[in-house]
């Protein structure tokens, strides 16, 4: 009888063992980047001509950093919540960090652009992108080689970080952000470093 | 505006022959030495898009931009454990195929052993009991068992 209970507890362990494990996403890699300063970049901004911009322009506020592209069709699921989330307006400003805008794109054959043209090409499709779709962000600068994005831990494009008024990146949200992420995680995260 | 921009970008993609961007490999083996290091680095990360397989057999975007990183690396003269910590600041232990061994990974490298060990400590119990019960039930015959048991076999040879 004793043994029994032996092969049954050991049965029950391996199964909640396996419950867990298989009740993970493996897709939700922890950013090793979380509780560390938000990586330099200095890139073009979209739509202003000759201007670059740095995570330290947004020292002292909190803010969010979407990293997207007009490729990515997850984008335009999350870009609806990011819209709403801006026109609320509670002051918490989004950096988008375009990624990859031509060279991400599957369709398009790299070897036919030429290389001074990307450049604009990636503008003009991007800025086509949120005129379609809406610009809830601050700004957007170009990670025209998704150099950036590789300092970023980029995998998955969209990617959502939260950063601090220190610069420190206290949250790293991989895939579309929907509003039940926004109204549980983020913004709660974004109310208590505001304060 | 969207016929334009598509317009744009047919010209742009009819005009030129095929001119390889950086986004394309550079042609293999500038440097056997380089790039055998490249293909032995490569094998030890994971490719974060496709998690099973590593950045040497993966074709994916990220895969692709990562050898290059790794490539241009090796050109600047890093070590293969700077060029490992590089990813690892990035994209965390998950990108390597041999994690360090850590007290979040202890699980992991310990199980296995912990495993063994509860399978011999319990395999011994089994068989100490085992002999327990055996020398408790093992006593020797009575005499009328004996006398059956000697009718019986006689019994078989006769036949």
Known sequence: MNRYFWILGAFIALAALLAVGLGLNPREVPSPLVGKP??????????????????????GKVWL??????????????????VEFSRRGNGTPIVGLNYKELRGDGEIDMRRV??????PLARERAAGWLKQH????????????????IDYGVYGVPETYVIDKEGVIRMKHTGPVSPQILNDKILPLVAELSR | MKALYIAGLLVSLC????????????????DPVA????????????????????????????AVDLRREIRGMIQEGRSDNEIL??????????????????????LLWGGPIALLLIAVLSLRSYLKRRSI?????????SAEETRRAEALLKELDSK
């Open chain 1, 38 to 59: 938000a990586p330099a970049f200095n890139l073009a901004v979209l739509g202003k001509e000759g201007e670059t911009m740095g995570p330290e322009a947004m020292r």
């Open chain 1, 65 to 82: 950093l979407n990293v997207w592209a007009s490729w990515c069709v997850s984008c335009r699921q999350e870009h609806p919540v990011l």
């Open chain 1, 114 to 119: 030429v290389p001074e043209q990307e450049a």
């Open chain 1, 134 to 149: 809406g610009d809830p962000y601050l700004l957007t600068v170009m990670d025209i080689d998704g150099r950036v994005g």
């Open chain 2, 15 to 30: 005009i030129l022959p095929a001119q390889a961007s950086s986004t394309y490999e550079a042609a293999v083996a500038t």
């Open chain 2, 35 to 62: 790039e055998k290091r490249l293909q032995a680095l490569s094998r030890e990360l994971r490719c974060l898009v496709c998690q099973n397989e590593t950045i040497a057999d993966s074709n994916a975007e990220l």
């Open chain 2, 85 to 106: 910590e590089f990813m690892v600041t990035r994209y965390g232990d998950f990108v390597l195929y041999r994690p360090p061994v850590k007290a979040i990974t202890l």
């Open chain 2, 133 to 141: 019960l055996v020398a408790k039930t093992d006593k020797p015959l």
